[in-house]
């Protein structure tokens, strides 16, 4: 659907009226329409391979609104440039090895934990990147995963630092090392928007991707129980990414994969949760409920093992969907060159209708299901932090 010029100026009229919630003159983080004159700058989108196109601020969101997907490029317009086209493919394991350790540390996955940290993340008037919310709340972020890791006391080990941006919201990545520099990636992105004026609308963005982010958070609380993880007895390095701005186009997300590339760092694997906690589609369906794994514009062998995985660790199957071009974070990594794979609440036609919107509440969304996702993220990230990656002879298996 259209938003006309003529529409957004009668809105902006009348947004003191609409709700104090909206717009509170009070509110020390109120931003304005448009801040710093956003509607005047032009960006540089990417559609699909190599189709661009410059756009206002206000036509990414109209293109948004409208169901098409893009990144941003305008920040880092040379993503993949330094790609090592002689890098050899990664090889993936034909099974899951490490299901005593993986199974007895999934009964500590907690709904309520998942629970608590999404009622906090919601209450954000929105975690629009631009906006002073969506930098308190990454600070709130930012703070609660340095919580989760003091709680494991694992300080002296896993680290936790804040990626910044040219925008107030930063990311968050944290780093569990391991025996080797190859690393497996745990990413979700925790802005929200609403895409009638990201910046004064509520956004609270508990399924998009709020439900994401406390699925890798709650994942990264119990794995940090492993002591083996902990004290860097596993074969990889393991980190968890909480991205800013993918709603603007996967823009956090291509900064650390620029970054990494920039640095030749070895990223073996990427998985990218966006989206895991609404299931009422489904069920009403009267399909099964499921698992979405996306199969297009991802690396194919590290979504079969993602199909692996969730045989072997969920309680409910997987269903292959495709999401399109640019559809979100794993597709900054895919672009550095590294493999990359992303997994959503359902079948892409059946996921939730309410995002980008003031509709994306915690109310709306199923933790029994989003438990589902945090148990394959749990299998998936043990399992690969303890795959020696190279050819089969040369694996060896254990922590």
Not at 198 to 212: I, M, R, T
Request: proline residues 5%; glycine residues 8%; contains cysteine.
């Amino acid at each position: 659907m259209k938003f006309s010029a003529a529409a957004a100026a009668v809105l902006a009229a009348t947004l003191p009226a609409v709700s104090a919630r909206f717009a509170d003159k009070n509110d020390a983080g109120n931003v304005v329409l448009y801040p710093n004159k956003a509607e005047a700058e032009s960006y540089l989108i990417e559609l699909a391979p190599g189709k661009t196109r410059w756009v206002t601020e206000e036509e990414k969101w109209e293109l948004r609104r409208d169901g098409q997907r893009f990144m941003d490029l305008t920040y880092t317009p040379d993503l993949g440039s330094k790609q090592l086209h002689a890098r050899a493919p990664v090889e993936f394991p034909a099974k899951c090895q490490q299901q005593e350790a993986v199974k007895g540390l999934i009964p500590s996955l907690s709904k309520d934990e998942m629970h608590r940290n999404l009622e906090k993340l919601t209450s954000f008037h929105t975690r629009y990147y631009k906006s002073d919310h969506g930098r308190d709340s990454s600070d709130w972020l930012f703070g609660r995963i340095g919580e989760v890791i003091a709680g494991a006391g694992a300080e002296d080990t896993v680290s936790v630092r804040k990626f910044e941006h040219p925008w107030p919201q930063t990311s968050t990545i944290v780093t569990i090392p391991g025996r080797t520099n190859s690393t497996v990636v745990i990413g979700a992105h925790q802005d929200s928007i609403n895409l009638w004026f990201p910046s004064v609308l509520p956004a609270p963005g508990a399924d998009d991707d709020g439900s994401g982010t406390v699925t890798i958070l709650e994942v990264l609380r119990v794995l940090l129980q492993d002591e083996d993880v902990v004290a860097g007895r596993a074969q990889n390095t393991i980190e968890f990414h909480w991205y800013s701005a993918e709603e603007g186009g996967l823009l956090g997300s291509q900064a650390i994969f620029k970054e990494y590339e920039k640095q030749a760092r070895d990223v073996k694997a990427m998985l990218q949760q966006d989206m895991t906690g609404y299931s009422q589609k489904t069920i009403d369906s009267g399909k099964p409920e499921s698992v979405g794994v996306i199969v297009d514009f991802v690396d194919p062998g590290l979504t079969t093992f993602i199909k692996t995985t969730v045989d072997t660790y969920c309680e409910i199957p997987y269903v292959e969907t495709k999401c399109g071009y640019a559809c979100s974070d794993h597709a900054s990594a895919s672009k550095a060159g590294y493999p990359s794979a992303f997994v959503i609440e359902s079948s892409f036609d059946l996921s939730s209708p309410h995002i980008h919107g003031t509709g994306d509440t915690i109310d709306t969304l199923n933790f029994d299901h989003m438990l589902q996702h945090a148990r394959l993220t749990l299998g998936f990230v043990y399992e690969l932090a303890a795959y020696t990656f190279g050819p089969t002879e040369a694996r060896n298996n254990e922590l």
